[in-house]
């Protein structure tokens, strides 16, 4: 009797210390998961997110309606910002030799920036739509203050490019060509490279301006896509000129460039993580339909931190530098071409980001009670 009493008791203490063992064991963090936490400060606690109060789990804000085309959108816009206040900054101190940079980056401004009104257009749905946003002016309207941003910057990119093929003298010798090339065009890219920033920052306002979480949790996404800019922009000048070949000390003033635009992006954008902190989740996350995976391996590892580690292997290593020697290709046009990748994917992650942020109405509720 006493046996059976004795097994009984055993068999009833099993189940509870099975019990216990499966609860002491605390499921190990993945990498990404990793990333995410040490980026956003933010450690996920799924049994005290499913108390939070919702209505009935359906989303308490309209998902964006955003697609490819604003992705491009803010890719060209960046690069056209970019490109012009960089041609502007060599035009103001470069050397004899650097003003191939200044024919580079106002024409890639000119060209980056043509893509950009149809990409809109198309987005809005109707022509007459660009056409109405036209009629008035609001101050405090992101929307307003962009397309008004973006058609006065055209027209500075557009006079500044015409001004700059007069100076290379491909606008012919008559009289006209030689009217323009007495034009101050300094003086006029000094106004324009102010809406050149605006340009390449204010698409981050205006998804800052919204309500969805990951847009909205912190006011630096505008600075990350400033940053960005001037980033993708450097590299695709830096691109061309070694491609077309550019004297070594241009290109070694640009890779010093270039290194500190991604410094700056790489600090401005882990900033923007941690302020965000839960509501990042929807980029940096590992969930489903959230963007983690493609943010890390292809944006920040393979587009900034990569191309970033590369040019500073560049910089310290020491070669001999001629004053007439020319260089084409190499690693840096390897870089160059990971920073641009790395910009579209930034827009592309961040606004994908934005539909699976929508969905998410805990999310939504708590940032809204901040």
Not at 203 to 226: E, Y
Not at 259 to 287: H, Q, Y
Not at 322 to 330: A, V
Request: glycine content about 8%; hydrophobic content about 45%; proline content about 5%.
């Amino acid at each position: 009797m006493n046996d059976t009493h004795v097994s009984g008791s055993a068999d009833a203490a099993l189940p509870a210390h099975k019990e216990q063992q499966d609860n002491s064991k605390v499921p190990e963090l993945t990498l990404l998961e990793k990333l995410a936490a040490w980026s956003t400060g933010y450690q996920p606690d799924p049994a005290r997110e499913l108390q939070e109060k919702t209505y009935y789990d359906y989303p308490a804000i309209k998902a964006p309606v955003w697609s490819w085309e604003i992705i491009w959108y803010f890719f060209m816009g960046g690069l056209a910002g970019g490109c012009y206040v960089m041609a502007t900054i060599a035009s103001f101190f470069g050397s004899k030799e650097d003003r191939i940079v200044t024919r580079v980056g106002y024409y890639a401004s000119l060209l980056a920036l043509l893509p950009c009104p149809p990409l809109l257009i198309k987005d809005l749905g109707r022509p007459e739509k660009f056409l109405n946003m036209l009629r008035v002016f609001k101050f405090k309207s992101p929307m307003s203050m962009g397309v008004w941003g973006l058609l006065t910057f055209s027209l500075f990119s557009s006079l500044t490019a015409v001004l700059q093929a007069a100076h290379d003298g491909l606008l012919g010798r008559w009289w006209g060509a030689r009217l323009l090339t007495r034009l101050p065009q300094r003086l006029i890219a000094v106004p324009g490279s102010l809406f050149a920033i605006f340009l390449g920052g204010y698409t981050g306002v205006l998804l800052a301006a919204t309500s969805v979480p990951v847009w909205s949790r912190s006011r630096l996404l505008g600075a990350v896509f400033v940053s960005s800019a001037f980033s993708t922009s450097t590299a695709l000048i830096s691109c061309v000129l070694r491609i077309l070949g550019a004297p070594v000390k241009t290109l070694h003033k640009l890779e010093r460039i270039e290194w500190m635009n991604m410094l700056i992006e790489l600090v401005s954008l882990l900033t923007f993580l941690r302020t965000s902190g839960r509501a990042a989740k929807a980029l940096v996350g590992s969930g489903p339909q959230e963007k983690g995976p493609t943010f890390w391996s292809v944006m920040f590892g393979g587009g900034l931190v990569l191309p970033w580690l590369l040019q500073t292997w560049l910089l310290f290593k020491k070669e001999p530098v001629s004053p007439r020697k020319k260089k084409r290709g190499g690693v840096g046009l390897i870089i160059s071409l990971l920073v641009l990748v790395g910009g579209y994917f930034l827009r592309r992650t961040v606004v994908e980001a934005g539909h699976v942020s929508s969905a998410d109405a805990r999310t939504t509720l708590w940032n809204a009670r901040r």
